[in-house]
T-cell receptor, first 111, second 111 residues
Framework: GEDVEQSLFLSVREGDSSVINCTYT??????LYWYKQEPGAGLQLLTY?????DMKQDQRLTVLLNKKDKHLSLRIADTQTGDSAIYFC???????????FGKGTMLLVSP | DGGITQSPKYLFRKEGQNVTLSCEQN?????MYWYRQDPGQGLRLIYY???????QKGDIAEGYSVSREKKESFPLTVTSAQKNPTAFYLC??????????FGEGSRLTVL
């Protein structure tokens, strides 16, 4: 069945790079997503990558996908205190299917 | 502006009472979803609907009910049969790519 795993917590200093990792089990995944959740709010889509891509870069965000190992990572360059939040990895098989979410990684950025 | 509106943001309920959480979207999305979020457990799917007048159970549908009479609206009723209803509830909708758009959430507390 589908399963998405993430480490639960990451702490970095302001200005450093953050790398949040995710592993998934379903080799049929076609889309992989990264969402951000600030306290008491809904989830906001940060970026997504198609399964036929290896990397996607969007300003401070870099997503790397290793299909062989079923490993996805999100790198945030020059991490700021405003980046402190919970980050969710998610996968879907095809459009309109339900997404399967990891349990989220809490990123804490200290000054 | 287009988006998803959930109400109320905070709700308190006595044991044995049914409550209904509202979710409205003006994104013209066909599919809508309800997730439950508990600390350390990520998001769990309660119900989803891909078209008006049709819906499917998710992973934790017991104790919940939904309706989809209009494309824009997907209300969730938390019934007295739900044994542990205190949680943060998130409504979402999506388009063909599978990317989910989320509301700001409703926090239900049972007294």
């Amino acid at each position: 069945g589908e399963d998405v795993e993430q480490s639960l917590f990451l702490s970095v200093r302001e200005g450093d790079s953050s790398v949040i990792n995710c592993t998934y089990t379903d080799s049929s995944s076609t889309y992989l997503y990264w969402y951000k959740q600030e306290p008491g709010a809904g989830l906001q889509l940060l970026t997504y990558i198609f399964s036929n891509m290896d990397m996607k870069q969007d300003q401070r965000l870099t997503v790397l996908l290793n299909k062989k190992d079923k490993h996805l990572s999100l790198r945030i360059a020059d991490t700021q205190t405003g980046d402190s939040a919970i980050y969710f990895c998610a996968e879907s098989i095809k459009g309109y299917s339900t997404l399967t979410f990891g349990k989220g990684t809490m990123l804490l950025v200290s000054p | 502006d287009g988006g998803i509106t959930q109400s109320p943001k905070y709700l308190f309920r006595k044991e044995g009472q049914n409550v209904t959480l509202s979710c409205e979207q003006n994104l013209n999305h066909d599919a809508m979803y309800w997730y439950r979020q508990d600390p350390g457990q990520g998001l769990r799917l309660i119900y989803y609907s891909q078209i008006v007048n049709d819906f499917q159970k998710g992973d934790i549908a017991e104790g919940y009910s939904v309706s989809r009479e209009k494309k824009e609206s997907f209300p969730l009723t938390v019934t007295s049969a739900q044994k542990n209803p205190t949680a943060f509830y998130l409504c979402a909708s999506n388009k063909e790519t599978g990317e989910l758009f989320f509301g700001e959430g409703s926090r239900l507390t049972v007294l």
